[in-house]
């Protein structure tokens, strides 16, 4: 029998905090990354992604650079 991979869980609150720390939408962000929108929205509300969705919203997130200043704004997650 092949196992099937349970996928991962990406921290909601820290995603939606380094979305915010870079001054984009969550739309802009699916673009940018090669993710479907509505896989986005379904790691924002805490359910498993594949390991190559990870990926590509690491590789996204690289690119793009924090906004100067925005974590004093911003709260912790």
């Known amino acids: 029998m ?10 909601a609150d820290r995603l939606d905090y380094e979305l915010a ?10 673009e940018l990354s090669g993710v479907n ?3 986005l929205s ?3 509300h805490g ?7 990870l990926r590509r919203i690491v590789a996204a997130m690289l ?7 925005a974590e004093l704004l911003l709260s912790e997650p």
């Open 47 to 53: 359910y498993r992604v594949r390991e190559s969705t």
């Open 42 to 44: 379904r790691a924002r």
């Open 37 to 39: 929108e509505t896989t």
């Open 2 to 11: 092949i196992e099937r991979r349970a996928g991962v869980r990406i921290d």
């Open 21 to 30: 720390r870079r001054g984009i939408s969550s739309r802009q962000f699916a």
């Open 63 to 69: 690119k793009i650079p924090p906004m100067p200043g």
